[in-house]
Every structure is written in C-alpha cells, then in structure tokens.
C-alpha cells in the first residue's frame, strides 16, 4: 500500500491493492457501499474479492466448481468449502447435513441441496463462526492441479519457525504461557470457540445464561444466539447499576459475561474493576475481546478469564489474512479455566501462519506508531469546525480506572469514530482514503460502518429508532488510523472543511 499520498483507489480494488488474498475491498463512494448491500449487478461485477467471511473468494469459488466436476456432483447440490473436516462434523451435525458421497480432500467439503432455506442458514452461520477455507490453501491446491499458473508474492516465514514465532510472540505480548493460547482460522472462530467452550462447561455446572455487555460486533452477538438459549443482553455498558441488580437474583445462573474492550464502533470501555469484582462475586467467567485494545495498549490480564483476539487486524497490520487467537488467562480465579475452550478450534493453514509470522514481528512498532497518531488525530479532531461528535477510547468518566489500564501513556487504540456536521456521503465521497471493510491496518481505513454492518437497520423505520436508542449514529464514519505521517492523514482530512 503506497503510504507516501493519498489517491483515488476505484471501486473493486482489493485492498491492501493487488493483493489476492486482501480481506477488504475499496468502496470509495457511499453509494458503493449502499450498492453492495443491496447486491446490484452492477458492484457485483466490479467487486471479485472481499471480506473472505462475507464475499466467497475467486479462488473458492474455482476449487468449488473443481470439486463438482471431480466427484461428479449433480447441480441439485451446491458445493461448500470448510477449514477442515472437524469444521464439516460441526455444521452437519446442527443441520443435519451427510454427504452421500465419499470426499476425500485436504480441506472439509460439504452438499447442500439447492432451493432451500438450508443453504442460506448453512452459509450464514459458517459466516458468524468463521470456519472458511483459506485461500492460501485454495490457491496452492489450484496451483498443483494446473488450474493456477503462478501463486501471489509475498513475503512468508520458514515452515519451520512460523508457528512458534506466531505463539511466542503473543504469549510475550499477553504474558502468558505459549499452552494457554490457541490458533483458529478467523477471530471470529475465537469468539466461537469460546464460547462453544463455555456452553460445554455450563451444562456440567449448571448454569444457563449468557450476558452480553454491550452492543457488540454483529457476528459475535450472533454466534451467542446461536449457542446461549437464554441470554441477557445490557447495551448501555456506563450504567452497571443495572447489571448488579440483575445479578443479586440471577447470578447464579449465569455463565460468563462477554464485552468487547473497547466496543466497536463506539469505543467504550466498562468500569472494569467493578464489572471483575462482580464476576468474582458470582463466579462468572470474563470474556473479552481483546482486538481494539491489542495487548500493547491495555493490559487486561487483571480482568480478562479469557481473551479473543482478531489477528486479521492490528496484529497482521495488512489486511491479508483471517486468523483469530483463543487466550487463556494464568491469573484467573475462575475454576472452569480448562483446554475445552481449544477442542473446537482449527489449526490455520501454514501458508497462513508464515505470513502472520513475518508480520507480527512489528505488532508493537505498529501500535505505538498508530497510538501516536491516533492521539494527534483526535486532538485535531476536536477543533475542525466540521466534526460532530468524536468517540475514541479515553473516556473521562472511568478516566481514574483506565490509568491502572494504560500501558502506553495515553489510551489510544487506532481507532476513532466520528459524526459529521456537513453531508456525510459529500464528505465520505471526498477523502481519498482506502474506504472498506476491516480495521488495523498499517494504511489508513475508512469504514461508514452502521451502512455495512446493520444496512437492514438503516433502511427501516423501526431499526432506525433501534439504532437511536442504542446510540449507534447511521452517519458514523470509523477511522482505522495507520501509519502514515500523520501530516498527510490531517491534511486530507482538512478536504472535509
């Protein structure tokens, strides 16, 4: 990614550019995004490659089409492409789902009869837990049959180091044993895993619900839908008044509490050494997802009974790669602290761990670049004439518990989200920015993330009241900081003026 100026990127191109394995996709126009989400000919055509858990990507979609010619499957099924095998045992067995034919691949392959409502369900919950095949391991399949002439360039660590770079260098940064951290094939099959994990336990001790603290990334509230059968969800994480009362007569029943830190997109954090003191009292497990606040910015292992964390963004830094960790905190008090948390996982491709091994190496250089300009940004922010409301991670109300948080000195953690007072698709449409799903990367990213992430909300009348109440504003632009001379980043900014 040419970080030196800021140019138009057409709509389409992969991002980071020419890139086959990129996992986002430039959307320079509000009205690309609004065109994806209603899926019109037109950005389909354009757009060949995308978020891998979202868009299938051209590789699957030729190794799809090889794999029905290979065992002569009839058009009557559609082909679906999984991580392993163990990916397809878990989706058979919630839907019923045995293949009639004998596959035998290095990958998980499974039939799914067309025209039904079966197929879209499959599809959808292989999005929310995040088992897709990689598709390094597609291109390296393509490439040995013949169907690829070259592989994409890049820079990978040896096969032999690769995975205990990987391991060592986030048991360094989370201070915790390399046994205690896990590898899977998306930061939301962490999320998954964790609470597969979880849901396992519960049954054994008895407790029966969930809580979910705060409006939280769209699949990971899926993912506790699907696994939680009772759960209780508080919104507004500022007022744990609420969540106490709750407690004095549920929370006996309740497994674990799950919360982002901070939350996407509005970057808050909970007043966390009450929120810990009420999981002790009732012996509930602590879940958080870690990926905002990276192991370099907060240090939650005060708080944390286990941590997941997305690899795919600040840890890989190049928006290249799905890969998620499952990390289990030393210091938890929690008894239930066990291995069942790793059962569900798969191990990621090793094309996949070579590349995160070359790229980790800066995972703390990264960050504290970003933290700087991130804290500079903010600072212009609040004097430009035409910003609305900022919302970024030092939030003065637990300003006093954040410090005991703080590793870098102050709390910024790459990513700002902002409301304009001017026209918000002139002035997305304006900057030149890389626009498109994802985060954390070294390049600068914006995302209009409520149009992305709940386009049904903002198309209804009662989602828009819903997304009011919750306070999640319809023209939020989220701003991944890279880095870029934070000059530059300002000066392209000032275009919104």
Not at 56 to 63: D, T
Not at 115 to 140: C, M, P
Request: proline share 4%.
């Amino acid at each position: 990614m040419n970080t030196t100026i800021f140019t138009p990127i057409p709509c389409g191109e992969t991002l980071p550019i020419n890139n086959i394995h990129a996992v986002s996709v430039s959307m320079p126009e509000l009205q690309d995004v609004i065109d994806y989400e209603e899926q019109t000919p037109e950005i389909l055509e354009k757009i060949k490659s995308a978020y891998p858990r979202f868009v299938m990507h051209p590789y699957l979609k030729l190794l799809a089409t090889f794999i029905k010619e290979k065992y002569k499957i009839s058009n009557a099924y559609e082909v679906v492409l999984l991580s392993s095998q163990k990916a397809v045992d878990v989706v058979s067995c919630k839907y019923f789902i045995h293949n009639k034919i004998e596959i035998n691949e290095p990958f998980g392959v499974i039939l799914v009869q067309n025209g039904t409502s079966q197929l879209q369900k499959v599809l959808k919950f292989i999005q929310h837990v995040g088992y897709n095949l990689s598709s390094r391991l597609a291109e390296d399949y393509l490439f040995d049959i013949g169907l690829l002439n070259i592989k994409h360039q890049e820079n990978l660590d040896d096969e032999k180091i690769a995975l205990d770079n990987v391991i060592s260098s986030l048991a360094s940064a989370y201070c915790q044993p390399k046994e205690n951290i896990c590898l899977t094939p998306s930061g939301m099959n962490a999320v998954y895993c964790a609470l597969r994990g979880l849901r396992t336990i519960q049954n054994k001790n008895g407790k029966t619900k969930l809580i979910q603290l705060g409006w939280l990334y769209l699949d990971t509230m899926n993912i506790v839908e699907h696994y939680f059968d009772e759960n209780k969800i508080f919104y507004d994480i500022n007022n744990l008044d609420v969540v106490e009362d709750y407690l004095k007569t549920n929370g006996h029943t309740i497994s674990a509490i799950i919360t982002e830190i901070p939350t996407n997109p509005l970057l808050q954090t909970v007043d966390l050494p009450r929120l810990k003191s009420l999981c002790l009292k009732y012996n509930i497990v602590l879940v958080i997802d870690a990926t905002f606040a990276t192991p370099f910015n907060m240090d939650l292992k005060p708080y944390a009974d286990i941590y997941v964390e997305s690899l795919t963004k600040f840890a890989s830094g190049n928006a290249d790669i799905l890969m998620g960790a499952v990390i289990l905190n030393e210091n938890s008090k929690i008894s239930v602290i066990s291995q069942e948390f790793f059962k569900h996982a798969d191990m990621p491709y090793i094309k996949d761990i070579q590349r995160l091994s070359f790229e980790i190496r800066d995972y703390e250089k990264r960050m504290k670049t970003i933290s700087q300009n991130t804290k500079k940004l903010v600072e212009y922010f609040k004097t430009a004439p035409f910003i609305d409301e900022i919302f970024y991670c030092l939030n003065p109300k637990y300003a006093s518990n954040y410090q005991k948080l703080m590793i870098n000195e102050n709390c910024y953690t790459g990513i700002i989200s902002v409301t304009f007072k001017k026209d918000f698709e002139e002035i997305y449409n304006k900057l030149n920015f890389a626009k498109g799903p994802s985060l954390g990367t070294e390049f600068t990213l914006l995302m209009p993330y409520t149009y992305l992430a709940h386009y049904d909300l903002v198309t209804s009348i009662s989602g828009q009241e819903f997304l009011k109440e919750i306070g999640l504003p319809i023209n939020l632009l989220r701003i991944s900081v890279g880095c870029e001379d934070i000059n530059k980043i300002i000066n392209e900014f000032e275009k919104a003026k």
